[in-house]
């Protein structure tokens, strides 16, 4: 891949021939080797505090949730079209797909909510 996400350069020490340090040697060429992988996975929380304020009047109002925040726990458009891809998409078992998410994800999702 002509423009890699990371890249490490990796300095000989010594001299293979007489032991002398290399520090400040003239460059002399580069040999690339590339590891094509994953980013890691893991489940991401995002919790929305919806705040109480206390007007002088007596009044006590609570914040509106952010848009398709509904419930106290829910999972987000990524998490669900994985599921979605597995459990219909790649024609997992329900348990199959719960045990995916479980394993990559950590995130334990109830066969009910997969159905769903």
Known sequence: MADPDHRQDHEPRACRGCG???A???WAGEERRQVFDLPPL???VTEHRLI????????ITKADAAEGVSAPVQ???RLAGVGVYLFPGQFLSTSRTVQTLSELFGAKIAASTVVS
């Open 52 to 59: 109480f304020r206390a007007c002088p009047c007596g009044v």
């Open 42 to 44: 893991r489940r991401e």
């Open 75 to 77: 999972y987000g458009s």
């Open 24 to 26: 400040g040697a003239a």
């Open 20 to 22: 002398a340090g290399l």
